[in-house]
């Protein structure tokens, strides 16, 4: 009988190898499940990072639509709140929400509001900490961005600017032709009080910005003939421009100098502007129909919106504006003999004309000296603007659709002071056009 007796050896052996082969499974499927998380938190921690943008941008937007809508007008309304001197706002997106603030409009000399949005979420990976459960998240600019209830937070601070509609003084789609005897461009600043007389043009300090400008790429695009423009003179792509004899472009030395021709850098090609079709805001209703008028004709505006099919005024025949008035006229406006608009001083007056129309007699009188408190909008139909007689005017006129004519020259030291945007501009007489810098920023325009 043989016995047999049981290797213990080999069996130690094979424990050990299964040992072995356990530890190194564990190993790799630790490492493996470590990988793992931090790639789901990784990629957690992406998409609330990314997240985040979206609700920035929905808080930069709805600032910079509440700047366009109210921006020079009265930005504490629609929820808005001012806190300092900053107007704020908070909102819920999703998850998340937004802390969104713009500065004051005019606070200091900064006249470009500066928004600053904050999104806040919470991300939907957490780990544990003495303060509780927090977003697996680095901080933000050194700065403890999130709450201990988990909020992730992210901001973007950004200046804005303001694209204006009158960034230019004379400008048109079509030909500009500077025909007559004495004619100059230059510039003021109403809101500078050394470049300017109390907001008025003065010509002791007046700047050399009369920019004149057209969308044209005709040969003899403007024709300078021999007037003085205090500024430069730009084309559409291979425009061309006529200087007369004595005319003269270029900065205020280029014509102390008695320098003529245009200045080397004050002519460029490269105008390229759309000019949207204008439109009445309340044509659909909500006008009155009926000024106060007395037994001469003359007229009473007290504000608000008003239609009247047609304004013809003659002799001595005088409008008056007592507030914030808008005036559509289908058929177009007339001023002839002395008859004249007084907009007087806080007042405001803007003209929607749907004919060619005439500014004439003694003219728009602004009491307020204030370019951008009164305004002459050529609605389609205008295709014909005139500005003549005794004329004065300080204000601005936008009617892409009309050919507009400057004559003669007004009874008063500024002539034209404002912006004008015209099909085509034909000035005659001795003409003087004085370009409102001020219209840059209190003039129409979008804060981008």
């Known amino acids: 009988m043989k016995l047999f007796v049981?290797?213990?050896?080999?069996?130690?052996?094979?424990?050990?190898?299964?040992?072995l082969a356990t530890a190194i499974v564990g190993i790799i499927l630790s490492a493996y499940l470590t990988l793992l998380k931090a790639q789901t938190q990784s990629v957690a921690r992406s998409q609330t990072w990314n997240t985040t943008v979206s609700i920035i941008e929905a808080g930069m937007e709805e600032a910079i639509a509440h700047l366009n809508t109210h921006g020079d007008s009265n930005l504490l309304c629609d929820g808005w709140q001012l806190s300092g001197t900053k107007y704020v706002m908070q909102r819920n997106v999703g998850d998340g929400y937004y802390n969104v603030s713009i500065e004051s409009w005019f606070a200091g000399t900064n006249c470009n509001p500066i928004i600053e949005s904050r999104a806040f979420i919470i991300p939907p990976v957490l780990i544990a900490s003495a303060e509780g459960l927090i977003p697996f998240v680095a901080q933000i600019n050194g700065d403890n961005t999130f709450s201990s209830a988990g909020k992730m937070g992210r901001g973007v601070r950004a200046q804005t600017t303001r694209n204006s509609l009158f960034s230019k003084g004379l400008v048109a789609k079509g030909r500009i032709d500077l025909n007559g005897n004495n004619i100059m461009t230059d510039s003021y600043?109403?809101?500078?009080?050394?470049?300017?007389?109390?907001?008025?043009?003065?010509?002791?300090?007046?700047?050399?910005?009369?920019?004149?400008?057209?969308?044209?790429?005709?040969?003899?695009?403007?024709?300078?003939?021999?007037?003085?423009?205090?500024?430069?003179?730009?084309?559409?792509?291979?425009?061309?421009?006529s200087v007369g004899a004595n005319g003269s472009v270029g900065d205020a030395a280029w014509h102390a100098a008695g320098n003529h021709g245009v200045e080397p850098g004050?002519?460029?090609?490269?105008?390229?502007?759309?000019?949207?079709?204008?439109?009445?805001?309340?044509?659909?209703?909500?006008?009155?129909?009926?000024?106060?008028?007395?037994?001469?004709?003359?007229?009473?505006?007290?504000?608000?919106?008003?239609?009247?099919?047609?304004?013809?005024?003659?002799?001595?025949?005088?409008?008056?504006?007592?507030?914030?008035?808008?005036?559509?006229?289908?058929?177009?406006?007339?001023?002839?003999?002395?008859?004249?608009?007084?907009?007087?001083?806080?007042?405001?007056?803007?003209?929607?004309?749907?004919?060619?129309?005439?500014?004439?007699?003694?003219?728009?009188?602004?009491?307020?000296?204030?370019?951008?408190?009164?305004?002459?909008?050529?609605?389609?139909?205008?295709?014909?603007?005139?500005?003549?007689?005794?004329?004065?005017?300080?204000?601005?006129?936008?009617?892409?659709?009309?050919?507009?004519?400057?004559?003669?020259?007004?009874?008063?030291?500024?002539?034209?002071?404002?912006?004008?945007?015209?099909?085509?501009?034909?000035?005659?007489?001795?003409?003087?056009?004085?370009?409102d810098e001020a219209l840059r920023i209190k003039g129409p325009g979008r804060v981008e």
């Not at 010509?203 to 057209?214: E, F, I, L, M, Q």
């Open 266 to 435: 004050f002519s460029t090609d490269d105008m390229n502007v759309a000019f949207p079709v204008a439109s009445v805001p309340w044509a659909g209703g909500g006008y009155l129909t009926s000024p106060d008028t007395n037994s001469s004709g003359s007229m009473t505006f007290y504000g608000g919106n008003y239609k009247l099919s047609s304004i013809s005024l003659s002799s001595r025949q005088t409008v008056t504006i007592l507030g914030d008035v808008s005036i559509w006229v289908p058929n177009g406006f007339t001023m002839n003999g002395q008859s004249e608009i007084d907009i007087a001083p806080g007042a405001k007056l803007t003209i929607y004309t749907g004919a060619p129309s005439n500014i004439g007699g003694n003219g728009l009188l602004n009491s307020t000296f204030d370019a951008s408190r009164c305004s002459v909008i050529g609605l389609p139909g205008c295709t014909s603007l005139s500005f003549g007689g005794n004329a004065g005017y300080i204000g601005t006129i936008y009617a892409p659709q009309a050919d507009f004519s400057m004559s003669g020259g007004g009874s008063t030291a500024y002539d034209f002071a404002g912006a004008a945007i015209t099909k085509s501009v034909t000035m005659n007489g001795h003409f003087n056009f004085h370009y």
């Open 6 to 19: 049981e290797n213990k050896k080999v069996a130690g052996n094979a424990l050990l190898v299964c040992l």
């Open 189 to 241: 600043d109403s809101l500078d009080p050394t470049h300017s007389n109390g907001g008025l043009y003065e010509p002791s300090v007046r700047k050399a910005n009369g920019d004149v400008a057209t969308d044209s790429v005709l040969t003899n695009s403007i024709n300078v003939g021999n007037a003085d423009i205090y500024g430069k003179v730009s084309t559409g792509p291979k425009g061309t421009i």
